[in-house]
């Protein structure tokens, strides 16, 4: 009986090893798969977006040739509904845009070109662009921007890039007649934030000087339980109660790319006056120079 059991054991041994084995090179198989399932994936977005880049700006060009009156006069109406397509074509551009980017993101081929730039004087000439807009859904655009030159190694187009899709959402989000805020101030430490936000900074938490920039909507907030997801790839934001479909985390995917690329991290809190608020923290910030 004892060389039975023996036999047995030996022989359920020998059995489970083989199916692990199989298991392990069916499962290594996958990961192959996976990969290249990815990368077409990529490749496909990546070509798809040069290609509807084309028509795309020879529409935005015949568009504006016309609001220039270059065939002949527009009635009040016909005007207003080029600069409506306009704005959409702008928008499409925009998204256009984002997907480039986010794919060179995720294949690791983006190249920064890092410098000491001052932030204030950088996020306030993005706060100018897009004043137009603000006004467009009658919103208050309140800023409090500190005035002494704010110097950050960073990459000057990304960063244009990180705040004008942080912006663009605050004012997407925000409900007409509301208010749009954005903040920047140098901090002599980091501030209080969630875990997941301070773990990402890992030990450049402990480094001297930091920029805050603190950018807040008047719209329907974001679940709570959403708060980390709105930066993943493709999320669809729930808003409040409503589900926004336009909203496909692709600008705050990139806005976290860039801002984890200059050592810095990012997150998102309740607005207490109603809305969210997006935080930005960097590391290395120098007041003055």
């Known amino acids: 009986m004892v060389r039975i059991s023996l036999f047995a054991a030996i022989a359920i041994i020998a059995y489970l090893s083989i199916r692990l084995f199989r298991l392990k090179k069916e499962n290594q198989r996958l990961a192959v ?3 290249e399932v990815d990368q077409m994936k990529k490749n496909f977005i990546s070509h798809v977006s040069h290609e509807l880049k084309a028509p795309l700006a020879s529409m935005q060009e015949t568009t504006h040739l016309i609001l220039e009156r270059i065939p002949g006069p527009l009635t009040d109406k016909q005007k207003r509904l080029l600069e409506l397509n306009l704005q959409s074509g702008k928008r499409l551009a925009q998204m256009i845009g984002n ?3 986010l794919s060179r993101l995720e294949a690791g081929i983006v190249e920064y070109d890092m410098q000491s730039c001052d932030l204030a004087d950088l996020i306030h000439n993005v706060v100018i662009e897009l004043t137009s807009e603000s006004r467009e859904k009658s919103l208050r655009l309140l800023t409090d921007i500190q005035r002494e030159p704010l110097l950050v190694e960073c990459d000057p ?5 990180l705040f004008t899709n942080l ?3 605050a004012i997407r989000f925000s409900n007409k007649d509301g208010s749009v805020g954005v903040e920047v101030r140098s901090l002599p430490q980091p501030p209080r934030m969630p875990q997941t936000a301070r773990a990402r900074m890992g030990e450049r938490v402990k480094s001297k000087g930091f920029a805050l920039i603190r950018i807040s909507d008047s719209g329907p907030g974001i679940d709570d339980a959403q708060k980390e997801n709105v930066f ?3 999320h669809q934001v729930r808003h409040g109660k409503k589900s926004h479909g336009e909203s496909l985390g692709l600008g705050l995917a990139i806005s976290r790319a860039i801002v984890e690329a200059h050592g810095g991290t990012i997150w998102v809190e309740d607005n207490p006056e109603g809305g969210a608020v997006f935080f930005v923290l960097l590391p290395g910030a120098v007041v003055g120079g």
């Open 33 to 35: 798969r996976l990969v």
């Open 99 to 101: 997907i480039l980017d």
């Open 157 to 161: 187009n990304r960063m244009v890039q």
């Open 167 to 169: 912006l663009d959402n």
């Open 232 to 234: 993943h790839t493709f």
